[in-house]
């Protein structure tokens, strides 16, 4: 290979790296597991970090005048005291999956080990309000770049775990308008059929929940079935 072809070689793959990278347009485990059948449009409403009492509870309300069921994502050490909303989400439908219990990244992420410790100290918060294990999770932070063992510890222990190719970026854009939600949402789902939306539920964001009844609208007018993650 000439010098030329290597330096566009090159270019061509950090390119390709970053646009990937830049619309989010990756998407691992994404198959029949998670209740998607190919060809139709669905969407899965998915929200990380709760429960919180400002949050989830206004978030549930909206899902329920909807008649839509969504994906909660828990975080374990914010249960205590809230079990009641946890017991909500499953009562009315919702998937409860697997966040974290610490989701201290340093700690989760320092060995397979460790991060079986935390997924099943969670799972065990759900289990004792819901009365059943969850089998799916989700990485805080997102799969995208972790290490194979890691994400191999986590199929090996069964669960099925899901990224995400469309955000709110409620975590991403700081004081963030209702509206602003909805047009992240609306740019980063662009052309596709199968949406992974993620949404966080956890304290201080109030505007994801002023923003939902919005963000159902535009699927529904779009022709998205909701879906949740099993
Ligand atoms: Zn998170």
Avoid at 172 to 185: K, W
């Amino acid at each position: 290979m000439n010098r030329r072809v290597s330096a566009l070689t090159a270019f061509m793959i950090i390119f390709a790296v970053i646009v990937i990278q830049y619309t989010g347009a990756y998407l691992k485990d994404m198959h029949m597991d998670i209740g998607y059948a190919e060809g139709t449009k669905c969407v899965f409403l998915t929200f990380d970090d709760g429960p919180s009492d400002g949050v989830t509870p206004r978030v549930l309300d909206v899902l329920r005048d909807e008649g839509v069921k969504a994906t909660f994502f828990i975080v374990g050490r914010c249960a205590g005291g809230r079990e009641k909303i946890i017991e909500r989400e499953a009562a009315e439908g919702h998937t409860v999956g697997v966040h974290s219990f610490s989701h201290d990244y340093k700690e989760i992420y320092s060995s397979p080990a460790a991060l079986l410790d935390d997924i099943e100290r969670c799972n065990d918060v759900i289990e004792r309000i819901t009365g059943r294990r969850s089998k799916v999770y989700r990485f805080p932070g997102g799969s995208f770049t972790l290490s194979a063992a890691l994400t191999d510890a986590v199929h090996g222990a069964g669960y099925t775990y899901v990224d995400w190719n469309a955000s709110v970026r409620d975590a991403e854009i700081p004081g963030a308008s209702p509206a602003d939600l909805l047009n992240a949402a609306k740019s980063t789902s662009a052309g596709r059929n199968k949406v992974v939306l993620l949404c966080h539920d956890g304290a201080g964001k109030r505007a994801t929940a002023d923003a939902l009844k919005d963000i159902i609208a535009f699927y529904r007018a779009g022709g998205y079935k909701f879906c949740t993650v099993k």
